[in-house]
């Protein structure tokens, strides 16, 4: 099955740097990547997502990039402020018979010092 | 508007008793899943369902058992709970296999 890996586990910014978060699959059949941001006490909500036929999408602050070749993928967030702090998760997904099963990475937190 | 709503947020319950969550989403979406999140934050898929039929089911226990008497709604009852059945369980929705919302989750403490 898909197996997805995500780094940094933990991670501290100033207020105004950039964050940058990195996955990696396992399964070249995922065709779609999620990333979600989960506020404490929340269930997690999808900021930004990506389909495999494209290489780079952007939303305001954030960005995510996606190389097929290599199975990884990337959150990017400029001008970071202290409400993005939370805990961000990766995911993958495929369709077919895993219609819909998103396999998540283990999350990093995001701590944004103002 | 609350678009997946989950009950109750908070349970509190013996090892041996059975409970059930309930899960309602308004978004008219035809997919609607349950996942796990242990203490370590990591969320795994239990099950999926898609226009009232079961798509997904992942090694879970069979105490576990999902019923969605609808597309609307997908609850999640548990048989004889044990201590390690102790975590968050999010219910989402999404229409299609993408775009998952996801609900505010219940918090499931076996004593």
């Known amino acids: 099955g898909e197996n997805v890996e995500q780094h940094p586990s933990t991670l501290s910014v100033q207020e105004g740097d950039s964050a940058v978060i990195k996955c990696t699959y396992s399964?070249?059949?995922?065709?779609?990547f999620p990333w979600y941001k989960q506020e404490l006490g929340k269930g997690p909500q999808l900021i930004i997502d990506i389909r495999s036929n494209v290489g780079e999408k952007k939303d305001q602050r954030i960005a995510v990039t996606l190389n097929k070749t290599a199975k990884h993928f990337s959150l990017h967030i400029t001008e970071t402020q202290p409400e993005d702090s939370a805990v961000y998760f990766c995911a993958a997904s495929q369709g077919g018979t895993s219609y819909g099963k998103l396999t998540f990475g283990q999350g990093t937190i995001l701590t944004v010092h103002p | 508007d609350t678009a997946v709503s989950q009950t109750p947020k908070y349970l509190v319950t013996q090892m041996g008793n059975d409970k059930s969550i309930k899960c309602e989403q308004n978004l008219g979406h035809d997919t609607m899943y349950w996942y796990k999140q242990d203490s370590k934050k990591f969320l795994k898929i239990m099950f999926s369902?898609?226009?009232?039929?079961?798509?997904i089911n992942e090694t879970v226990p069979n105490r576990f058992s999902p019923k969605s008497p609808d597309k609307a709604h997908l609850n999640l009852h548990i048989n004889s709970l044990e201590l390690g059945d102790s975590a968050v369980y999010f219910c989402a929705s999404s229409q299609g296999a993408t775009n998952a919302f996801f609900g505010q989750g219940t918090r499931l403490t076996v004593v």
């Open positions: 399964d070249s059949a995922s065709n779609y």
């Open positions: 369902y898609n226009n009232k039929e079961l798509i």
